[in-house]
């Protein structure tokens, strides 16, 4: 809780007097009217000073940095209802604190649940696979390839697994280029036929 300033309050450059304000408290409407003239003139003198600080705080988070100036200003208005003798130039501190604090709270929050997950685009996330059925889809395929003739097999290997041109594996194995593709013709037919039983 702040204190009541006095009449002639210690400034940095020497004693100033404090603008005048209400002597006697004022409660119901007038004091929120009050209140909320006096929280437009403080906001105006200290929101946007009190933002950076804010912002170095939720180390650039500007949009955590709004919620909580925002929520120090609403217990700032709060303060000014019941205070209406407080001197707004003085109030610097206060709202330094109540906003520190907020912060404090706002980690201290953080800490105790689960980290967060934010997901922009739902569609961009994985889906669920289905890992049995790739296993078995795996299995059945390793089990046709076991069936085929082994030249049919190294053509499909070579073609398919390792990603090679059919030139590539004529070289390889030594043959001729034709005799590789109407190979891997042949054993494409054959695998399709043993998946499908």
């Not at 105790?112 to 961009?124: C, L, M, N």
């Amino acid at each position: 809780m702040i204190a009541v300033a006095s009449p002639v309050a210690a400034h940095p450059q020497g004693p100033r007097q404090r603008p005048s304000s209400h002597s006697d408290p004022v409660s119901g409407p007038a004091a929120a009217a009050t209140a909320e003239r006096r929280l437009h003139a403080l906001h105006e003198m200290h929101s946007k000073p009190l933002l950076s600080y804010l912002v170095k705080l939720t180390l650039g988070d500007t949009r955590r940095a709004e919620d909580i100036l925002q929520e120090t200003f609403i217990r700032a208005w709060c303060h000014l209802k019941q205070h209406d003798d407080t001197d707004l130039e003085r109030f610097r501190p206060w709202l330094y604190t109540v906003a520190r604090r907020l912060v404090v709270d706002m980690l201290r929050a953080r800490r105790s649940r689960p980290a967060e997950v934010i997901v922009d685009d739902i569609a961009r996330l994985p889906g669920s696979e289905d890992t049995i059925g790739s296993l078995l889809r795996a299995q059945a395929v390793r089990d046709a390839l076991m069936r085929l003739q082994p030249e049919q097999r190294t053509m499909l290997i070579e073609l398919y697994h390792h990603g090679r041109t059919p030139s590539e594996v004529a070289q390889r194995l030594n043959i001729p280029e034709g005799t590789v593709k109407s190979r891997t013709f042949y054993a494409k037919r054959a695998l399709r036929s043993y998946l499908a039983q």
